[in-house]
């Protein structure tokens, strides 16, 4: 007995469609792998401030360069010691990075950063 003979196919075609359209919609907004750490962009009124996630990252292990209206943020995260075998492991390691696209330009020798408790803030002053 086949799909089409019991008058399902078109349903079971139709759960596959709403479910990966469901799974698009969950992932859309949730960080890769490749995409890197979660940030929040936000507007301060005189100026921009980014605040990127980056636990287990040291400051000598994090770049900044703004490239246009581009700031890009790199680093790399702490990597398992020889011989550790996770048992499990939710925190990623090794090289990231991502690009931001600032909503207008920005003062450059006025941006300043700094890493506090695994969170790295970037102010950047809006140009006038």
């Given at each position: 007995?086949?799909?089409?003979?019991?008058?399902?196919?078109?349903?079971?075609?139709?759960?596959?469609?709403?479910?990966?359209?469901?799974?698009?919609?969950?992932?859309?907004?949730?960080?890769?792998?490749?995409?890197?750490?979660?940030?929040?962009?936000?507007?301060?009124?005189?100026?921009?401030?980014?605040?990127?996630?980056?636990?287990?990252?040291?400051?000598?292990?994090?770049?900044?360069?703004?490239?246009?209206?581009?700031?890009?943020?790199?680093?790399v995260r702490e990597t398992l010691e020889d011989g550790v075998r996770p048992v499990f492991s939710e925190r990623p390691t090794?090289?990231?990075?991502?690009?931001?696209?600032l909503p207008g330009p920005v003062e450059h020798d006025a941006i300043a950063a700094h890493l506090r408790a695994g969170l790295?803030?970037?102010?950047?002053?809006?140009?006038?």
């Amino acid at each position: 007995m086949h799909l089409d003979e019991l008058g399902t196919r078109n349903d079971l075609e139709a759960l596959i469609a709403v479910k990966d359209r469901l799974d698009d919609l969950i992932l859309r907004d949730l960080p890769t792998e490749a995409a890197g750490p979660r940030a929040d962009l936000l507007d301060l009124g005189d100026a921009w401030q980014l605040r990127l996630e980056v636990p287990g990252v040291d400051q000598e292990h994090l770049e900044l360069a703004l490239q246009g209206d581009e700031l890009i943020v790199a680093g790399v995260r702490e990597t398992l010691e020889d011989g550790v075998r996770p048992v499990f492991s939710e925190r990623p390691t090794g090289p990231f990075q991502r690009t931001f696209r600032l909503p207008g330009p920005v003062e450059h020798d006025a941006i300043a950063a700094h890493l506090r408790a695994g969170l790295l803030v970037v102010h950047l002053p809006k140009r006038a």
